[in-house]
Nanobody, 116 residues
Framework: QVQLVQSGGGLVQPGGSLRLSCRAP????????LGWYRQSPWKERELVATITTIGITNYADSAKGRFTISRDNANDTVYLQMNSLKPEDTAVYYC??????????WGQGTQVTVSS
């Protein structure tokens, strides 16, 4: 079983910033498209941002201009830098590594709460 290990998250005030990290085994990391998704109690899991093996990024409209996804191939880690956070960003965030149709792996999830 492949494990994606997440860190970061927590409680932040509106307008604040957080950075999420996710580390994957190198053999998986280097050949996978990576992404961040989120799920709140009142919504289905939704895409936040993705990055391909060659660094092409894609963002949900809600994340554009505020969030940045990046990958550190030397350390097998993908990051999500979140700025100008809003209460509606509150959710459990999941990292993802996929190479379809062969595999689609998820991290354990981390809570992000934006509240004053």
């Amino acid at each position: 079983q492949v494990q994606l290990v997440q860190s970061g998250g927590g409680l932040v005030q509106p307008g604040g910033s957080l950075r999420l990290s996710c580390r994957a085994p190198g053999s998986i990391f280097r050949v996978s498209a990576l992404g961040w998704y989120r799920q709140s109690p009142w919504k289905e899991r939704e895409l936040v941002a993705t990055i391909t093996t060659i660094g092409i990024t894609n963002y949900a409209d809600s994340a554009k201009g505020r969030f940045t996804i990046s990958r550190d191939n030397a350390n097998d880690t993908v990051y999500l830098q979140m700025n100008s956070l809003k209460p509606e960003d509150t959710a459990v965030y999941y990292c993802n590594a996929q190479r379809l149709p062969m595999y689609n792996y998820w991290g354990q999830g981390t809570q992000v709460t934006v509240s004053s």
